[in-house]
């Protein structure tokens, strides 16, 4: 029995570096990482069934009085047995691909096994089968519950499916005595040597999970590095100049060997190789930029023809083209070539494609301060328009500390950071928006907020329901939380509460935003909403604005109540009609181009 350990760890050695030489793969790396669609779900089935033929045909032959080392194993007599880490290869994938792949790769292995002979091929084939069904469904369950496939989970799996396999030997192999004999040789050896060898490829495919993770926070990084750099040119628009700037830092920080950006009519900038045809200054020649600018899709193409320059001793032989996009729009591309195709893998593909999102944030923002500046002397359409610019760097100084230490709160954040711009610029060409579309604006800008700091509040909402569609004023609930955050708990130690109600009372909307904070001074209370109040943080214009526009939609019809007293909190309710009779029902078709 013990004689047999060196042998099965010799076994596990051929499956473990033949796992190994795969995992230096970017496809088969690629693959165990996503696993997402049935091909790649047919290829993990082929694979770990793969890895149960080798086991068969690298196993060791259990004759009734002798054991026998073959190197290849091509059949079995009738009274032989076999000694095998086939199970390992169809549990791990079973764990890793869920029931489908686990009993795709449990057939293949199993008829494999039976097809070779034996008296245990029944047995053994039987077990291999319920060992991927089985391990396929522990692996989708915990993966249901939000566990990972940890190494402990891993082994315990293996170990305990390869004692099955004995058990199912001992039940229907005949004679039952050879059965037992059997057993009793190979249990331990194979228990034990499997559940090593299940834990010596977890530890491969865990070490390509972590390099992903460790490639993601490095490509964040480049990402946040790439936006902060780039910002600066992003607001003087896309001209000649600034797409020139922008251009020479995405080569810097990134491994294309040339970068292009066009608008929707020139090429605006090309800096790197090819640069001696590919000049500025001229119209998008290549039917790949075309295809972008018109279809608003990503485009890649892998070879010089699909490149379709017209210079034939251009080195450029890879590229991806991504949109540009202002409220939906395509105003131009981003065009990143490479002089390989094999440079143009995932990674550079997915940096790509957030680089574009992140400068088509950037084009929006850029068009926001215009507007800004064009409507500073329309008090309502400027505090819709505003984009808070210390907000904004605050925002982004902590996504890139986020980016350090917690890459996937630090995505999160600027999804959020994203959401709530978007909604600023919807809000600038929008008199009335849907409910829902405020809610989200505000969610935003609350987590962002929450970011920074953690402790000073919490904040819940009561929301009546099928009140989504309900159209209002952007900006009006924004700015009341917006206030209740910075001016109800400026210096206190304790966590601030702040509580939002939205419903509807006797045919009116009825928003009412309430904080336990340090409260308003009486003789300001009457001045709040009716005219500019001077502050420390500013000069007070937000309530306000939001009461002129109210009684410039409503015509006098919705109204803004302030309650407050020092020390014991604010509370403020706003109105807006609902009846088909108002003016809010009157207007709503006309004002809002969602």
């Given at each position: 029995m013990?004689?047999?350990?060196?042998?099965?760890?010799?076994?596990v050695?051929?499956?473990?570096?033949?796992?190994?030489?795969?995992?230096?793969?970017?496809?088969?790396?690629?693959?165990?990482?996503?696993?997402?669609?049935?091909?790649?779900?047919?290829?993990?089935?082929?694979?770990?069934?793969?890895?149960?033929?080798?086991?068969?045909?690298?196993?060791?032959?259990?004759?009734?009085?002798?054991?026998?080392?073959?190197?290849?194993?091509?059949?079995l007599?009738?009274?032989?047995?076999?000694?095998?880490?086939?199970?390992?290869?169809?549990?791990?994938?079973?764990?890793?691909?869920?029931?489908?792949?686990?009993?795709?790769?449990?057939?293949?292995?199993?008829?494999?096994?039976?097809?070779?002979?034996?008296?245990?091929?029944?047995?053994?084939s039987?077990?291999?089968?319920l060992?991927?069904?089985?391990?396929?469904?522990?692996?989708?369950?915990?993966?249901?519950?939000?566990?990972?496939?940890?190494?402990?989970?891993?082994?315990?799996?293996?170990?305990?499916?390869?004692?099955?396999?004995?058990l199912i030997?001992?039940?229907?192999a005949?004679?039952f005595?050879?059965?037992?004999?059997?057993?009793?040789?190979?249990?331990?050896?194979?228990?034990?040597?499997?559940?090593?060898?299940?834990m010596?490829?977890?530890?491969?495919?865990?070490f390509?999970?972590?390099?992903?993770?460790?490639?993601?926070?490095?490509?964040?990084?480049?990402?946040?590095?790439?936006?902060?750099?780039?910002?600066?040119?992003?607001?003087?628009?896309?001209?000649?100049?600034?797409?020139?700037?922008?251009?020479?830092?995405?080569?810097?920080l990134?491994?294309?060997?040339?970068?292009?950006?066009?608008?929707?009519?020139?090429?605006?900038?090309?800096v790197?190789?090819a640069?001696?045809?590919?000049?500025p200054?001229?119209?998008?020649?290549?039917?790949?930029?075309?295809?972008?600018?018109?279809?608003?899709?990503?485009?890649?193409?892998?070879?010089?023809?699909?490149?379709?320059?017209?210079?034939?001793?251009?080195?450029?032989?890879?590229?991806?083209?991504?949109p540009?996009k202002?409220?939906?729009?395509?105003?131009?591309?981003?065009?990143?070539?490479?002089?390989?195709q094999?440079?143009?893998?995932?990674?550079?593909?997915q940096?790509?494609?957030?680089?574009?999102?992140?400068?088509?944030?950037?084009?929006?923002?850029?068009?926001?301060?215009?507007?800004?500046?064009?409507?500073?002397d329309?008090?309502?359409?400027?505090?819709?328009?505003?984009?808070?610019?210390?907000?904004?760097?605050?925002?982004?100084?902590?996504?890139?500390?986020?980016?350090?230490?917690?890459?996937?709160?630090?995505?999160?954040?600027?999804?959020?950071?994203?959401?709530?711009?978007?909604?600023?610029?919807?809000?600038?060409?929008q008199?009335?928006?849907?409910?829902?579309?405020?809610?989200?604006n505000?969610?935003?800008?609350?987590?962002l907020?929450?970011?920074?700091f953690?402790?000073?509040?919490?904040?819940?909402?009561?929301?009546?329901?099928?009140?989504?569609?309900?159209?209002?004023?952007?900006?009006?609930?924004?700015?009341?939380?917006e206030?209740?955050?910075?001016?109800?708990?400026?210096?206190?130690?304790?966590?601030?509460?702040?509580?939002?109600?939205i419903?509807?009372?006797?045919?009116?909307?009825?928003?009412?935003v309430?904080?336990?904070?340090?409260?308003?001074?009486?003789?300001?209370?009457?001045?709040?909403?009716k005219?500019v109040?001077?502050?420390?943080?500013?000069?007070?214009?937000?309530?306000?604005?939001?009461?002129?526009?109210?009684?410039?939609?409503y015509?006098?019809?919705?109204s803004?109540?302030?309650?407050?007293?020092?020390?014991?909190?604010?509370?403020?309710?706003?109105?807006?009609?609902?009846?088909e009779?108002?003016?809010?029902?009157?207007?709503?078709e006309?004002l809002?181009?969602?």
């Amino acid at each position: 029995m013990i004689n047999l350990v060196p042998i099965m760890l010799e076994k596990v050695g051929i499956i473990v570096i033949v796992a190994f030489l795969l995992s230096q793969m970017k496809s088969f790396r690629q693959i165990v990482q996503y696993q997402n669609n049935p091909n790649e779900k047919l290829i993990l089935i082929m694979l770990f069934g793969g890895f149960g033929i080798l086991s068969n045909y690298t196993g060791i032959v259990i004759h009734p009085d002798t054991i026998e080392r073959a190197a290849w194993l091509a059949e079995l007599e009738a009274d032989n047995a076999l000694a095998n880490t086939r199970v390992m290869g169809t549990v791990i994938g079973g764990l890793l691909g869920g029931p489908l792949v686990g009993l795709g790769a449990g057939l293949i292995a199993g008829i494999h096994r039976y097809s070779l002979g034996g008296f245990t091929a029944f047995s053994c084939s039987l077990s291999t089968i319920l060992a991927g069904m089985i391990s396929g469904y522990l692996g989708y369950k915990r993966k249901k519950q939000g566990k990972k496939i940890d190494t402990p989970f891993a082994v315990f799996v293996g170990m305990f499916l390869e004692a099955v396999q004995m058990l199912i030997i001992l039940l229907t192999a005949k004679p039952f005595e050879q059965a037992w004999n059997v057993v009793e040789l190979i249990a331990f050896p194979m228990i034990l040597v499997n559940g090593f060898g299940m834990m010596l490829f977890l530890f491969i495919i865990q070490f390509i999970k972590r390099d992903e993770e460790r490639t993601r926070a490095s490509q964040t990084n480049r990402a946040f590095l790439i936006a902060d750099q780039t910002l600066p040119f992003f607001r003087q628009g896309l001209n000649i100049h600034s797409c020139t700037e922008i251009a020479e830092i995405i080569l810097k920080l990134t491994d294309s060997d040339a970068v292009a950006i066009t608008d929707d009519k020139l090429v605006l900038a090309h800096v790197g190789k090819a640069s001696d045809h590919h000049i500025p200054g001229g119209k998008p020649e290549t039917d790949l930029t075309r295809r972008v600018l018109e279809g608003g899709k990503i485009s890649i193409a892998r070879s010089k023809r699909e490149i379709a320059c017209l210079h034939d001793e251009c080195p450029l032989e890879a590229a991806i083209v991504l949109p540009l996009k202002v409220k939906g729009k395509t105003v131009g591309t981003l065009k990143m070539y490479y002089a390989s195709q094999e440079k143009l893998d995932q990674v550079e593909q997915q940096l790509a494609e957030g680089l574009a999102n992140l400068f088509s944030t950037q084009l929006e923002l850029a068009q926001a301060e215009k507007q800004a500046e064009l409507l500073k002397d329309a008090e309502i359409k400027a505090l819709q328009a505003q984009v808070h610019p210390h907000f904004l760097f605050n925002s982004i100084n902590t996504i890139s500390a986020l980016c350090r230490t917690d890459v996937n709160k630090a995505r999160k954040l600027l999804l959020e950071l994203s959401s709530f711009f978007r909604g600023n610029l919807q809000g600038a060409r929008q008199m009335l928006i849907p409910l829902e579309k405020e809610l989200e604006n505000v969610k935003a800008y609350i987590a962002l907020e929450q970011s920074r700091f953690p402790n000073k509040f919490m904040i819940d909402f009561s929301v009546e329901p099928n009140l989504e569609t309900v159209l209002l004023p952007p900006f009006t609930l924004q700015p009341l939380v917006e206030n209740a955050i910075h001016y109800g708990f400026p210096r206190s130690k304790k966590e601030g509460h702040i509580s939002v109600q939205i419903k509807t009372v006797d045919g009116q909307l009825q928003i009412m935003v309430s904080d336990d904070g340090q409260g308003v001074p009486k003789e300001k209370i009457e001045l709040l909403g009716k005219q500019v109040v001077k502050s420390k943080k500013g000069n007070g214009t937000a309530l306000f604005n939001i009461s002129e526009r109210l009684n410039g939609i409503y015509s006098g019809q919705a109204s803004m109540q302030i309650k407050s007293q020092a020390g014991d909190g604010t509370t403020i309710m706003i109105s807006i009609p609902l009846d088909e009779k108002g003016v809010f029902e009157k207007n709503a078709e006309s004002l809002y181009c969602g």
